[in-house]
């Protein structure tokens, strides 16, 4: 039998999500030049890299090593985004993906409910006031608190890979000044998330430390995601509704929507009926190795003030598509 409280938070999570969507077709239909424009720059090799990037990035998500910071990586090498507009960008893109895995975790591991609901809750504050916070950095902060913000993930992940952050223990929950100093913690992980600082590491870091068991980590991460992604993305959303240029690329949130959910489904299937496994350590190492090397390019890119060369291509493509269009 699923608690009311977990079966709330799975309507919350549709509800959020669903409103995203609306808002972000309102966006479009609001700027539907620039949509259509945005939509043919970089033409269909974007597209296949968005696309096939989500759908294996959201197995790697499901599987425990998370796909913020690999899917910047991915979107910084293979030149698909403009750096100023990553974190708005990511954050409108994983709402149909984050769905889909919020509701999965919450049902299929046990949880208490009120840490379940108040984790939520205040990372999905933080998310919305760090939103509003981040979108406003140029393009020269952006890319040094992109940089360092991946500089923490690689750290963190390396402190994982090393089996510090994993100190087990049997508790689904906590109450009490536990429960406070979580919830401090969990409002600080859903702001840093808007600049790219993923959570399952800390989370599971601070799950750990305080008894509980580490799986509990899971649900507490994905579900803070389900809401805190949509609520960041609908300030996002909302910012380029009333601005003329866009806070986040209209057309890889499409086809991240469209695409990273499927992979997150194959992945559930796979992790339920044990269809298939994972290298995860090796994979870990890797990932570690793509994110350090990111994060360089972004502080290069800042230090030097190197113009967004994905920017001026796209730019050009745009103009020459409304060309010929007029």
Same mark, same amino acid.
């Given at each position: ?5 977990? %079966?709330?938070?799975?309507?919350? &999570?549709?509800?959020?999500?669903? +409103? ?13 030049? $620039? ?25 790697? $998500? !499901? &599987? ?13 090498? @293979? ?15 994983? =709402? =149909? ?9 919450? =049902?299929?591991?046990?949880? $208490? ?8 809750? =205040? ?9 509003? &916070? ?32 994993? @100190? ?53 991460? %994905? ?38 959910? +499927? ?25 570690? %190795?793509?994110? !350090?090397?990111?994060?360089?390019? &972004? ?28």
């Amino acid at each position: 039998m699923v608690d009311p409280i977990i %079966i709330g938070l799975d309507a919350a &999570f549709t509800i959020f999500s669903v +409103i995203a969507l609306v808002y972000m077709y309102m966006d479009m239909k609001k700027h539907k030049e $620039d949509t259509i424009a945005a939509w043919h720059a970089g033409g269909w090799q974007k597209k296949a890299k968005i696309g096939i990037s989500a759908f294996f990035l959201s197995i790697l $998500d !499901v &599987f425990g090593i998370g796909c913020y910071a690999p899917t910047y990586a991915v979107w910084k090498i @293979f030149h698909v985004c403009r750096d100023v507009l990553f974190p708005g960008t990511l954050l409108v893109c994983m =709402t =149909t993906q984050t769905l889909v895995e919020s509701i999965y975790c919450m =049902t299929a591991i046990d949880i $208490d409910p009120i840490t379940a609901l108040t984790c939520v809750i =205040t990372a999905s504050i933080g998310a919305f006031f760090g939103a509003g &916070f981040f979108a406003k950095f140029n393009l020269k902060k952006m890319r040094f608190a992109l940089g360092i913000a991946l500089l923490v993930v690689a750290a963190v992940l390396i402190l994982g890979i090393l089996g510090l952050l994993n @100190f087990g223990g049997t508790a689904i929950g906590v109450d009490g000044w536990k429960l406070v100093v979580l919830n401090i913690i969990t409002f600080i992980l859903g702001a840093l998330m808007t600049i790219g600082i993923g959570c399952y590491a800390p989370t599971l870091a601070v799950v750990s430390l305080m008894g509980m068991d580490p799986s509990v980590s899971w649900p507490i991460m %994905i579900g803070m995601c389900g809401v805190l992604c949509p609520v960041a993305g609908i300030r996002y959303i909302r910012e380029s509704i009333d601005s003329p240029v866009p806070v986040y690329d209209r057309n890889i949130a499409i086809t991240y929507n469209a695409c990273g959910w +499927i992979g997150s489904i194959v992945a559930m299937i796979a992790l339920t009926y044990g269809l298939f496994s994972l290298p995860l350590a090796t994979i870990k190492i890797f990932v570690v %190795i793509v994110i !350090v090397f990111t994060a360089c390019l &972004f502080i290069y890119d800042g230090v030097k003030d190197t113009t967004d060369k994905v920017a001026e291509r796209e730019d050009a493509e745009m103009a020459a598509y409304e060309g010929k269009s007029e």
